[in-house]
């Protein structure tokens, strides 16, 4: 028993350094089985992020590669596939990074029961979050429902450093048979736009490595006075590796924090939206409910619209409201969207056209690269108002004023809507090779009136918020 292997399974957690499950299991000795599970809860995925994750899945099997162990893919229910692993290859333990997502966290208690009442070791390890999100508590044990004070409760703990890439991966004296990752076809829901998609991402534990250096280096002294401009670069885009694990949120942390202490200008600022991520993950553990009922139930009276046609045009960036549809459109050229463009076009589809913000929360889970559960949920039901920390009042933004704001010499509008550019580039006019060919769109058509006179949507919303009052 004292050479059995030990199974390893990844799930968002793509990467060797600080990887906390992944050290605790090199720290044996024992030989090592990394496994990638395509069970039905991945299967469930939307269409971009399950692309992206295959995206991740292959650059992280490379790497594992490089250091002399393999990543073995099998396909069906967790419980089911690790049992027949431990049968194959005679392991005396599974290992695995904890998720806090409902769903997931059902599945693996099943797998930990399962694999317990078989006599096989269960160990889950934390990694997915800074923190655990039941490690941050109130003065009274409770969990944070503000973010502010969450905030400087994160701010006041003692972080870990990061941990470094194990020396040694042991492999078995035998691997178990693999299934190949094509044949999963994990990018077939995207289509053609998969083309579009993938000359904007940076994938894999390296590539993560090197966003964060480039920030670090190039960008955070401007990030807090610009991070709002869409068309200015100065964000990090770590959310996308965040995502699948293909870096540490306590490695970004402690490259924040250094940069704090030498005194660079956007540092707070950028460790702060970090916490709002870790904010995220602790309301949906504490309260799974905001994934997908109003996290204020008097909210439940708000005559939000179910799906609609005008929801449909918010859907294709062909809302008649630039700084709304660039937003659409960059999500369809990139696979991301600025967060800037994510409130005002989220305040537009809740406020403007009075749709259900599970809507906007359901296309944004199958177009997003960067979808995560807790940080869509938070978003979209903050910008509804219907969730925590949401504004005292009504809040409602308006796109032109928001524009002239944030986009006032109209890079980030002309950079993505065609129709509006006297030459558009190649990001614009890429949005019409990426989107379904039933849409009909084509470059030369004529921009569309705006589905409903900001001013007329504005009071419509107030009235309707007014009337749920009452």
């Known amino acids: ?107 693996d208690a099943a797998v930990k029961a399962g694999l317990k009442g078989r006599g096989t070791e269960a160990v889950s390890h934390p ?10 508590a109130t003065g009274q044990g409770a969990f944070y429902k503000v973010y502010t004070p969450f905030w400087k409760a994160v701010k006041a703990r003692e ?38 998609v993938a000359r904007h991402v940076r994938v894999g534990e390296a590539a993560a490595a090197e966003r964060l250096a480039e920030f670090i280096g190039n960008r955070i002294d401007r990030y807090a006075a610009c991070r709002d401009q869409p068309a200015v670069p100065v964000t990090s885009g770590l959310s996308e590796n965040l995502t699948y694990g293909e870096i540490s949120a306590r490695t970004v942390w402690h490259a924040g924090l250094r940069a ?30 905001i994934a997908s ?17 005008d929801a449909e045009r918010w859907r294709r960036g062909m809302t008649g409201e630039p700084f709304v549809d660039a937003s659409m459109r960059e999500m369809f050229v990139t696979g991301t969207m600025h967060n800037r ?24 889970e199958d177009c997003l690269i960067d979808w995560d559960p807790a940080s869509n949920a938070l978003g979209w039901q903050w910008v509804a108002g219907s969730g925590p920390d949401a504004a005292p009042y009504f809040r409602i933004f308006n796109p032109a004023t928001q524009a002239e704001k944030f986009d006032a010499g109209g890079a980030y509008r002309e950079g993505f809507v065609a129709e509006l550019a006297r030459r558009p ?34 009071e419509r919303a107030l009235a309707a918020y007014g009337q749920r009052s009452r």
């Open 127 to 136: 990694g997915h979050t800074l923190h655990e999100p039941w490690e941050i």
């Open 1 to 107: 028993m004292a050479e059995a292997p030990l199974i390893l399974w990844f799930r968002r957690d793509l990467r060797l350094t600080d990887n906390q499950m992944l050290a605790a299991a090199a720290s044996t000795g024992r030989p090592l089985v990394p496994v990638f599970i395509l069970d039905p809860e991945t299967e469930a995925l939307g269409a971009a992020p399950k692309w992206r994750l295959g995206l991740g899945i292959e650059a992280f099997a490379r790497t594992l590669e490089r250091h002399g162990s393999r990543l073995i893919l099998r396909r069906g229910p967790a419980l089911q596939v690790l049992e027949a692993l431990v049968a194959e290859t005679g392991a005396a333990a599974v290992h695995w990074s904890r998720l806090c997502e409902r769903s997931w966290r059902a599945r």
């Open 293 to 309: 009922r109003n996290w204020r139930p008097d909210w439940d009276a708000f005559p939000w619209r179910k799906d609609n046609p």
């Open 159 to 196: 972080g870990v450093a990061p941990l470094p890439a194990p020396a040694r991966l042991a492999a078995p004296a035998a691997w178990p048979a693999s299934d190949r990752l094509d044949d999963w076809r994990l990018g077939a829901a995207m289509n053609r736009g998969a083309a579009v």
């Open 341 to 364: 463009a994510r409130l005002i076009a989220g305040s537009y589809l809740t406020k403007h056209l009075m749709t259900d913000w599970r809507v906007g929360q359901a296309w944004f």
């Open 260 to 289: 704090l202490d030498e005194g660079r200008l956007g540092a707070e600022k950028f460790l702060q939206e970090l916490v709002w991520r870790e904010f995220a993950w602790h309301l949906l553990y504490h309260t799974p409910e």
């Open 425 to 458: 580039g190649a990001r614009a006019l890429s949005f019409f090779e990426a989107v379904p060919r039933r849409w009909g769109l084509a470059p030369d058509q004529c921009y569309p009136d705006a589905v409903i006179p900001l001013a007329e949507g504005r």
